[in-house]
Structure formats: C-alpha cells, structure tokens
C-alpha cells in the first residue's frame, strides 16, 4: 500500500459510520478513492469481525444479497471451505493482498475477490470484486475443454475404426493424390498385390502400377471422376498381370482432391455383358429392360429410354419397374407373381407409362411384355422384353386381366385397387361393345351408354381406344348426315 492511500486511511475516525461517497468525492485522485468507486462491495469489519456498514456498488450484485450482513460476522457470510480465508483477510498486515471467497446469497453462491484494509481502532475496510462472471466463464472454459477433450476420444475411436477396416480389407485400396496421381497411402492387400513395401508405394505414380495396355484407358477414367460420378466400374490390369474391377470414389483432405480406389478381382466381381451382346441388346428395336431381385432397373437399352421418354441412363438405373411398367399394385403384381412361380411370362398385356408423368396414374401406352429370371436366390435378375399391343387387338390391357388373375391378387392387393381395376376393366368393354354394336358411329355409342360424346371422348382418350384424329370429322360428318 502507498504512503498516500496509507494516510487517507489513516485519517478515517477510529469508530462511527464512515461517509465513503465523501471521502470518494473529496479526493477522486487517490488511490484509495478510485479502488472504492470500482469495487462492487465494501464493508466495515469491526474488530471483533463483526459487519458494521454495507455499501453495494454499481456493479451486478443485488443488495438483496447481502442486505442481511450488517450486524453479522463477517465470518459467518463465507461458505465453510471459505471460513478459514476470511480469517486471513482480518490479519491481514500493511501490505494486504486479493483473496477469493465464496459467500451464501439470498439467490444463491456468491463467489467474490477481498481486499481488506486496516482501519484506525482495529477495524477493517474490506473491498471486494463481483466474481461470477469470471466463474461462469471458467466453467465455459471447462465445459469446452471437457467437450473438446470428448470429440478428440471420439475422433481417435473413429480412426482406429476405419484404419482397422481399412488394412484388414481382402481387396487391394489405394488413396492417390487426385491431380498428381501418386500414391498417398495403400492397404495391406494392396501391397501384396503389387508385392511391393509400404515405403516403397508411398509417393509412386499409380501408372506405374498399371498394366501397360490399361494404362491410358485407367487415366481417362479417373480424370473423368472430376466431371462427373463413376456409375460402373472400370476394368484394369496391375503390372503383374492380375485382373480387377476398379471402382473409384473422389474426396477431400487437407485442402486437396484425393481418389479412393478400390479394386475388386476379376473373378470377384459382378460378370458383365460381354461386348457384342451388350450392343446387340443396344441395337434392338423393341425395348428391353434388366432389373434385379427387387425389380429395381439395372440396365435399359436405347429403345426402352425412347418409350418412357428419358433421355439418359443415369436417370432410369436405380429406379423400381413399376415406376414405368404397369398400373399400380394390379397387373404388375400379377406379372411379377407369375415371374417369380415359373421364371418365364410370356405376351403379358399391360401399359408403359412415359418416366415424366405421374407414376400412380393408370394411364399409357398398351403394351405386351415377355419376361425372364436368371440367376441364383440373392443374386436374380429380371430381363423384360416390351412389344406395343396390335391396335386390332379386340382385348388389349384390360381384356387381359382375365378374372381368375384378379382373384388371384386377393390377400396381396387392397379390395379397393382390386375394384377400381375391375371397373375400368368392365369399362372398357362396354365401350368397346358399344362401339362394335354401332359400327364404329361415336354419337349412337354415346347415346346407348347414356353418356354425353365429350365424356365419351374422354373415356376413350383414357383407355386407349379408337383412332381420336381423322376418325372424329368422319364420325362427325356421318353423325350430321344422319341427322
């Protein structure tokens, strides 16, 4: 303490209330008056440690708080690890220091920083600092430093995983810088593959890993991972003569584009189609389509891209059948029931709905389908040969769907689908007798259904019927002769 501060306290009466905001007014250039206009409490210890005066500052402290303090020992204010602290505060000498105490509140801990000052007649000037938010910001520090300390156990955990995963995998796995192709880093099967060290690999260019008849062909496909994902594998052979499917996958790390290339052995990995039939199927003129167990397309040719109006590969793979082939939960189910009993359906009438339309809707193109399994259970596939229905046909889709295959759906397919089907069923043959029984002649249909012509127009756009171009003016005219 300075000789100045020393002083001032020194000419404090020995006993009495003392005017603290006097003597901060009086001399706001001392040392004394400054520490006692930026403390948030000060108090007036008796010798005896008893509380004679209270006084709150202007900081966050309620004088609820502490309003219960005058006339009480100083001691007693303190929680009871804090007691002994207290003590020390009242024998502290001329040269005093901060200490931390923890007090009970009327709203709960008040954690706050002493300074205690001897005062003429024993007593004490004790002035202390707010604390709580210096603790709340401690505890959010450890809070962080607790949660930090969890993702970094987390993240060493995940790690261990995928590095186990990731060396004791059966098939060869190379990282590669994505601009320099050079090895980064590669599995356990990868080196025995290429029979070469872990020291060895790091930094290799991977072509020079490669077959050299499959090296240019290699390069291009994962130069083309940058413009787009790699939907099929690739076809390469190692240095050594080994044949794999190469499938590659691009991703990120430390600011740079990184490829992950997993390599499946030839005799692995999924048969393809070999060249020629695959573009025979290509060449077709009717559309055909390969789905797997679930009926969901692997493959479609050209043709069948036509018919459903897409115009890319990408945009059918994946998709289940039905989202093109058949009216919903009826006669697709009936094919794919007959095709999973006997492996084989033969000129199945049916409709092809067009891949931008509504995939619920009843309507499309009438069609005929022979169908097809290969393959083992687990491993089956589905190949479906699609015909336009003949426009003479005097039963197309829904003469098709005889009764016995609408019986045959209960217990598979809702009495609601089953009904809705079998009326448009019934529909269309009443039409098409009505149109047989007047000889083609639209109005005198119209007439015998008890249907206006626009409905019956409309009904016939719906089910497929009828020539709806130069037909109509002829009917027309006729239907005006006549009248």
């Known amino acids: 303490m300075d000789a100045q501060t020393f002083s001032n306290i020194s000419a404090l009466p020995s006993e009495g209330t003392i005017d603290l905001a006097a003597l901060v007014a009086g001399r706001p250039d001392s040392a004394l008056a400054a520490l006692l206009a930026a403390a948030d409490l000060v108090l007036v210890v008796a010798a005896n440690g008893v509380i004679n005066q209270v006084h709150v500052g202007s900081g966050e402290i309620d004088p609820g708080d502490v309003a219960d303090w005058e006339g009480d020992k ?9 007691m002994g602290k207290i003590d020390a505060l009242m024998n502290d000498s001329i040269s005093p220091r901060w200490r931390e105490a923890n007090h009970n ?8 920083k002493w300074l205690s000052l ?17 603790a709340n910001l401690q505890q959010r520090l450890v809070r962080a430093q607790q949660a930090m300390e ?16 990731f060396d004791t995998a059966a098939e060869p796995i190379f990282i590669i810088d994505a601009s320099s192709r050079r090895v980064v880093e590669a599995n356990a099967a990868a080196r025995r593959a290429t029979g070469l060290s872990a020291s060895a690999l790091d930094g290799m260019n991977f072509a020079a890993l490669l077959h050299p008849d499959d090296h240019d062909g290699t390069i291009a496909a994962l130069g ?44 692995l990995a999924a048969p393809a189609l070999s060249e020629p039939l695959a573009g025979a199927m290509e060449r077709m003129p009717d559309p055909f389509v390969l789905t797997d167990d679930n009926f969901d397309v692997i493959a479609g040719n050209g043709a069948f891209l036509d018919l459903v109006g897409l115009a890319r590969q990408a945009d059918l793979v994946g998709q289940p059948v039905s989202r093109y082939l ?19 359906v033969r000129g199945f009438a049916t409709i092809v709905r067009s891949g931008t339309g509504d995939p619920a809707s009843s309507d499309g193109e009438a069609v005929e389908v022979s169908a097809t399994s290969s393959g083992e259970a687990g491993n089956l596939r589905h190949g479906f040969s699609i015909r336009p229905a003949a426009r003479d046909s005097a039963h197309a889709v829904g003469a098709s ?11 598979r397919v809702s009495l609601k689908d089953i009904v809705r089907e079998s009326t448009d069923l019934i529909e269309r043959l009443c039409i098409e007798a009505a149109l047989n029984y007047t000889d083609d002649n639209r109005a ?30 002829s009917n027309d005219n006729s239907d005006s002769n006549a009248g």
Request: aromatic content about 2%; overall charge positive; cysteine-free.
């Open 74 to 82: 100083w001691r007693d204010t303190a929680l009871p690890d804090s």
């Open 105 to 112: 509140g009327v709203n709960g801990e008040l954690p706050l």
């Open 118 to 134: 001897p005062l003429p007649g024993g007593r004490r000037l004790a002035i202390a600092r707010d604390q709580r938010v210096a």
């Open 150 to 165: 969890r993702d970094s156990i987390r993240l060493r955990q995940m790690e261990t995983r995928h590095r186990l995963l």
């Open 224 to 267: 083309a991972l940058a413009a787009s994902e790699q939907r099929h594998p690739a076809h390469l052979r190692l240095a050594g003569g080994q044949a794999f499917a190469m499938s590659a996958s691009l991703f990120r790390q430390d600011r740079d584009n990184r490829l992950l290339i997993r390599l499946v052995p030839q005799d």
């Open 326 to 344: 058949g009216r919903p939960g009826i006669d697709l189910g009936v094919l794919t029931t007959a095709l999973r009993d006997h492996g084989m």
């Open 401 to 411: 769907l005889q009764m016995s295959q609408l019986t045959d759906l209960v217990g």
């Open 444 to 473: 005198s249909a119209a007439e015998i259904l008890g249907l206006s012509r626009q409905s019956l127009y409309s009904k016939l756009h719906r089910h497929g019927l009828g020539n709806l171009g130069e037909s109509d003016s």
